[in-house]
């Protein structure tokens, strides 16, 4: 037995063989396991996600009505081709709600971009009352935005009995037309989306401060920086990449917009604030013409994905400027 043993160590790579099996053993037992434990959000993930995104890019190249083929199930669907992506494409009026969702989003991120930093550099230099604050700021972010868009948007904002047009009218002005003119409505609407998603910003532009050492501080006023400096210097070139990803993820936000708009304006007056996404919706729910509906969505998404590569290649190169 003694001889065997001395002979397996002996060997070249007796004992690293003996031990290898187990390991590879656990490895392929825990990588089963994984796949098991993985299992179920996959399967989540395909049922509602990829099978009803390649639902809806078959459905773009057919006639699909859900009037028509949703209710007789003995009319056939016909494939069209790309019928349906040129008529979307060649449509005015798909390219004037995509107007007003362009302005909405570029409005609605520069403020509350402008507005968060502000609010986030407020929170911390203030010595007292820090928390009382941080809860105020953020209460926005938790309301149902159809409840802000009728509160904020509608009563606030009505153009007879809302405070605001009745504090213009005690200081000698004449009440503004918030909701029946087309410029003043999308002002609306972006006051509106400014109030309840700064909040937002303020979270992750905080977060982004908080993470900045204090110690740059400091060793920057034993340089003789002034605060501007600091700001500047400091602060705008390390809170970059936090801001960036704060840019990104309103600005997809944004150009989904629907609920506000549903709730305040209705697209309206006309359609002078009618946004992609509502436009989508009356396409293909309130008119069932499911497969034009769908050649707008495929359109949007591709609006957004240029979105965020512009904002990813602008990133890159602001950030390494900045930095350098």
Known sequence: MTQAVDARVAAPGGG???????????RRDDFRWKLILLLPAVLVVLTFTILPLLWTLGASFTDFHLFLHGFQKDVPVKFVGLNNWIDVMTDQFFWHTAKNTIVFSVATVALELVIGLAVALSLRNITRGQRFF???FLLPLFLSPVAVGMI??????????GPV???LRDVGFAGIP???????AMFTLIMVDVWQNTSFMVLLLYAGLMSIPDELYEA?????ASDIQGLFKITLPLLAPVAMVAILIKGLDAFKVVDIIKVVTGGGPGNSTESLTLNIFDTSVRSGDISVGAAGGFILLGIMTIFVLIVLAVSRRYVSTLTD
């Open 152 to 161: 904020v948007g509608r009563m606030i904002f009505h153009e007879a009995v």
């Open 16 to 26: 690293e063989a003996a031990t290898a099996a187990p390991r590879k053993r656990k």
């Open 220 to 224: 920057a006023k034993v340089d003789g």
């Open 178 to 184: 918030w909701l029946s003119q087309a410029k003043w």
């Open 165 to 167: 047009n009745d504090i």
């Open 134 to 136: 941080r809860v105020w």
